[in-house]
C-alpha cells in the first residue's frame, strides 16, 4: 500500500508538472525556453541508463523462464501464441494511428525534428541491423536491437548451463537491482524534467495556441489508443476464444475480478493470483495455469505492444518524422522483444517505451509529453495485458488437450513461481 501511495503522488506531480510546464511557455516564454535545459539533463540521466537497463533486464528476464529446452511443446506454443498476438496488437495499434493521425495536429515549437537512426531501406538491411559486429560500438551509438538479440541469446545459453548459469544470472539479477534502483532515483526527478520538457517546446513556440494544440493532440493520442485496446479485446480476443470453444461472456465474467485488479493496480505480475484462480474457475486445466499465465505475465504484453506501436508513431508524428516499412517493423519486434525482459520490474512502460523510441531513433522528448496522461492509459493496457494472457490460456488449454496433473491449489502453485 505505501509504494501504491507513493506511485500515485509521483504521478500526480508529473501531472501537475506538465500542467505548470504548458502553463508558463504560454504566458512566459523567453523564461520557459531557458528552463528546457532542466528537462534535457533529465532525458540525458535516463539515456545513460539505457543499455545497462537493456542488456541486464533481458538476460534476467529470459533466464529467469529456467532451461528453455524443457518447456515441450506446450511451452512451444505458448511462446508462438504471445508473439503472435502481441504482432497483431502492435499492428492494429499502427494502423490506426496511422489512419487518424493525432500527432499531426501537434507543433512541436520552433524544435528542429531529429534525423532518425539509419535503419536500412529493406528487409536485408533490417536484418543486417538485428546483428552487430562490435557490441562496444552498438552500446556506444545505442544500437538497441544487437544488444537486445545477444542478452537474449546469453539468457538463453545461461539456462542450459545448470549452476554456473543460475550463479551468473544471479549476478545479473543482482546489478539490474542496482540499475533499476538509479531509475527508481532518475523517476522521482521525473516532475522536474516533465516541466521543464514541456516548458521548453511551448516557450520555443512562443505560447499561446500551442497549449491548446499539445492537449489536444494528447487526447487524440489517448483515444486513438482506448479505441485500439478495445478492437484488440473485443475483436480479436473474443475470436479467440470462439476458437478455443467457450462462450466469451461466461469467460469475461469469471475473470472480472482479476481485471479490475489488473485497472486498479496497473501490475499483471500483482493481479496473477486472481487471474490464475479465475481462469481455473472458469474451466481452463489447473496444469495450463500454472505454466501459461505465469509465463504470459512475463513475455506476453499485448496491450503494451499496442501502447508503444501508437506511441512512436504519433511522437513521429509530432516532429513531423515519417517513418517507413521497415522502421515501422522494427517497432513492432522492439517492442515485442523487449517486453521479455522489462516486464516483471518496476517502470516497465518507460523502460519498453526509451528502447523502442532509441531504436528507430526518435526524440526521448515525446516521452515529456506522453508521461501526463500515461498513468491512466497504463492501467487500460494492464487490463487487457491481463485478459490477453487468460484468452491465451483458455485457447492452448483446449487446441492443445493438455493432460492434468495431479492438481494443487493455487496459491501453492503461484508460491513456488
Given at each position: 500500500?505505501?509504494d ?39 532525458l ?90 562490435n ?11 544487437p544488444?537486445i538479440?545477444?542478452s ?184 515485442i ?19 523502442v ?23 487500460f ?7 490477453g ?29
Amino acid at each position: 500500500m505505501a509504494d501504491e501511495r507513493k506511485s500515485g503522488r509521483l504521478l500526480l506531480a508529473i501531472a501537475s508538472a506538465a500542467a505548470l510546464g504548458g502553463g508558463l511557455g504560454w504566458y512566459v516564454p523567453t523564461v520557459a525556453v531557458e528552463l528546457g535545459l532542466v528537462g534535457e539533463l533529465w532525458l540525458r540521466a535516463l539515456r545513460m541508463l539505457v543499455v545497462p537497463l537493456v542488456v541486464l533486464s533481458m538476460i534476467h528476464g529470459v533466464a529467469s523462464l529456467g532451461d528453455l529446452r524443457r518447456l515441450g511443446r506446450l511451452g512451444g506454443s505458448t511462446v508462438a501464441y504471445y508473439v503472435g498476438t502481441s504482432s497483431v496488437a502492435a499492428a492494429i495499434g499502427l494502423v490506426l494511428v496511422g489512419f487518424f493521425r493525432p500527432g499531426d495536429g501537434v507543433a512541436i515549437g520552433g524544435a528542429q525534428a531529429p534525423e532518425v537512426s539509419d535503419v536500412g531501406s529493406g528487409f536485408g538491411d533490417m536484418l543486417r541491423g538485428l546483428v552487430h559486429p562490435n557490441l562496444f560500438a552498438a552500446a556506444a551509438e545505442t544500437k538497441i536491437l544487437p544488444l537486445i538479440l545477444f542478452s537474449l541469446a546469453f539468457g538463453i545459453t545461461l539456462t542450459t548451463m545448470g549452476e554456473q548459469g543460475e550463479r551468473l544470472s544471479r549476478g545479473a539479477e543482482d546489478l539490474l537491482a542496482v540499475i533499476m534502483r538509479l531509475v527508481h532515483g532518475v523517476m522521482w526527478l521525473a516532475p522536474v524534467g516533465v516541466f521543464g520538457l514541456v516548458a521548453g517546446r511551448f516557450g520555443e513556440a512562443g505560447g499561446g495556441e500551442e497549449v491548446i494544440a499539445l492537449f489536444s493532440g494528447l487526447a487524440g493520442f489517448a483515444g486513438v489508443v482506448v479505441l485500439g485496446l478495445g478492437l484488440h479485446a473485443a475483436v480479436l480476443a473474443v475470436a479467440l476464444l470462439w476458437l478455443g470453444r467457450r462462450r466469451p461472456d461466461r469467460y469475461a465474467s469469471k475473470l472480472g475480478t482479476a481485471l479490475t485488479t489488473a485497472f486498479a493496480t496497473a501490475s499483471s505480475a500483482a493481479t496473477l493470483p486472481v487471474t490464475m484462480d479465475g481462469a481455473q474457475e472458469a474451466g481452463v486445466g489447473a496444469r495450463t495455469t500454472r505454466f501459461v499465465l505465469p509465463l504470459g505475465a512475463t513475455v506476453n504484453m499485448d496491450g503494451s505492444a499496442l501502447y508503444e506501436a501508437v506511441a512512436a508513431l504519433f511522437i513521429a508524428q509530432a516532429w513531423g518524422i515519417e517513418l517507413d516499412l521497415t522502421a515501422k517493423i522494427l517497432v513492432v519486434l522492439t517492442a515485442i522483444l523487449s517486453s521479455i525482459g522489462a516486464a516483471g520490474i518496476p517502470e516497465a512502460g518507460l523502460v519498453t517505451m526509451v528502447i523502442v523510441l532509441q531504436a528507430v531513433g526518435l526524440p526521448l522528448e515525446g516521452l515529456g509529453l506522453l508521461l501526463a496522461i500515461d498513468w491512466l492509459l497504463d492501467r487500460f493496457r494492464t487490463a487487457v495485458n491481463v485478459w490477453g494472457d487468460s484468452v491465451g490460456a483458455a485457447v492452448l488449454d483446449q487446441l492443445l488437450d493438455v493432460p492434468e496433473e495431479v492438481d494443487e491449489p493455487v496459491g501453492d502453485a503461484q508460491a513456488a513461481q
